[in-house]
């Protein structure tokens, strides 16, 4: 702070801003607040019993989801073997957990074979603000609407994957929901965490601030045991899983740190979203470079190796109007060549609309905003799901290929 000393004898009164000076006393009171507001905002927002719902699904989205025409529907309908759905109005709509019957039965091209196992892919940057959570979250919404059974890990003790699932980290969730008591040594499968969601086909696994504890608790475990492998410790930990769920998504945190070590060993695939500015570009390098230097470290000096199903770069929070994303998504291209999906997320107020409720966009009521700015935003969505389900179909034909040949 510039503070200028008045001339000696003069009398003029020096401006100075007023000194908040805050002891870890008020900070404690400050995040005891914080803490409380939190909770009657949710209360707010999800009445009445504070529990988040799954949209209903009308008979136009459910023929999209099944990719047949409504007519196909209406006949299917006839024959009674499906959910019948419920009358509002004149118009039919289906609770989310029949919709997916629906699906099941309608794509069942689509559904993991008895013999593969689940697909497990984890979302990662170590930018924050890139649209990792959102991505995540959306993608399992997208997945589960698509059929498949979807298990979220939270890896990331901020907690924003499982805020958006409806459950508050700070003040609902303990270590046995979380994967700690995995990284602590105190159980070797994941599968203790494991509770339902909201979502009808989504499982989750929350995170919350005392996931943080894992930062230090796998190299103590390493240091006490050099045989130990720190980077496998979910990797094994998800053994059960895979076989329950069709599909794993992990959101992690904004660091190359211990535990999203952890999730890119676990993973067959990775989606890096990316959203085209300057800085973003650069650290998305800093990014790859660690990572093969960690691997290198960790693996290959071992003779071991990993390979990844895919590897995709998911423009994300795109501005079309801005020239310099534009010259930057050309960069992005140019580096990640393949790599990058065929579709780009466009900065919406829709999506900032449905963060600032606690969801995402397949959450959003039809009609709650704009509805060209929200189907542009929802189709990019249903696009991403579209491309990333296409390839986990890919790779469980793979599995069965293998398997046969
Ligand atoms: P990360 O997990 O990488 O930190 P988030 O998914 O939490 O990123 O997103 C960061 C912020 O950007 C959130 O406020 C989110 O609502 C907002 N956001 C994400 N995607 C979009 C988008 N397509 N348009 C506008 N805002 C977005
Ligand atoms: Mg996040």
């Avoid at 980290?169 to 008591?181: D, F, K, R």
Wanted: proline share 6%; net charge negative.
């Amino acid at each position: 702070m510039s503070t200028k000393l008045a001339p000696s004898g003069e009398g003029i009164r020096i401006h100075r801003a007023p000194i908040r000076r805050q002891s870890l006393a008020d900070i404690e009171a400050q995040a005891a607040r914080i803490a409380a507001m939190m909770g009657q905002i949710r209360t707010a927002m999800l009445p009445p019993a504070s529990v988040k719902q799954a949209p209903a699904v009308s008979a136009a989205q459910l023929a999209e989801l099944c990719g047949v025409d409504k007519s196909k529907i209406a006949y299917r309908l006839t024959r009674g073997d499906l959910p019948a759905g419920t009358m509002v109005g004149n118009r039919r709509e289906w609770a989310m957990t029949d919709a997916r019957t629906w699906v099941r039965d309608l794509r069942h091209e689509h559904m993991r074979p008895a013999q593969a196992a689940g697909t497990t892919i984890t979302v990662a940057n170590f930018k924050g603000g890139v649209a990792k959570t959102t991505s995540a979250v959306t993608l399992a919404q997208g997945l589960a609407m698509r059929g498949h059974r979807v298990l979220v890990v939270d890896l990331d003790p901020q907690g924003s994957a499982t805020t958006l699932f409806g459950v508050l980290p700070g003040a609902e969730v303990e270590p046995e929901h979380t994967a700690m008591l995995l990284f602590s040594g105190e159980e070797e499968d994941l599968s203790y965490a494991i509770r339902p969601s909201y979502w009808p086909g989504i499982d989750l696994i929350c995170a919350a601030p005392l996931l943080f504890g894992a930062e230090f608790a796998l190299p103590a475990r390493q240091t006490r045991d050099p045989g130990f492998e720190f980077w496998r410790c979910l990797d094994r930990g998800l053994d059960q899983a895979r076989m329950d769920y069709d599909v794993i998504l992990i959101d992690t945190p904004p660091a190359l740190s211990y535990v999203t070590i952890n999730a890119l060993m676990a993973a067959d695939g990775v989606i890096m979203p990316l959203p085209p500015s300057a800085l973003d570009f650069a650290s998305s390098a800093q990014f790859w470079d660690l990572f093969s230097d960690l691997c290198n470290q960790l693996i290959r000096s071992r003779g071991q190796d990993k390979t990844f199903e895919f590897i995709d770069v998911l423009l994300s929070r795109v501005e079309s109007s801005d020239a310099a994303s534009s010259v930057v998504r050309q960069w992005v291209l140019e580096a990640y060549t393949d790599k990058v999906l065929p579709i780009e997320i466009p900065k919406t107020s829709v999506a900032a609309t449905a963060s600032a409720e606690f969801g995402t966009v397949y959450d959003l009521p039809r009609g709650a905003v704009n509805s060209k700015t929200f189907g542009r935003a929802r189709d990019a969505f249903d696009r991403m799901c579209e491309l990333i389900e296409q390839q986990i179909v890919a790779v469980w034909a793979a599995q069965i290929e293998q398997m046969e040949g």
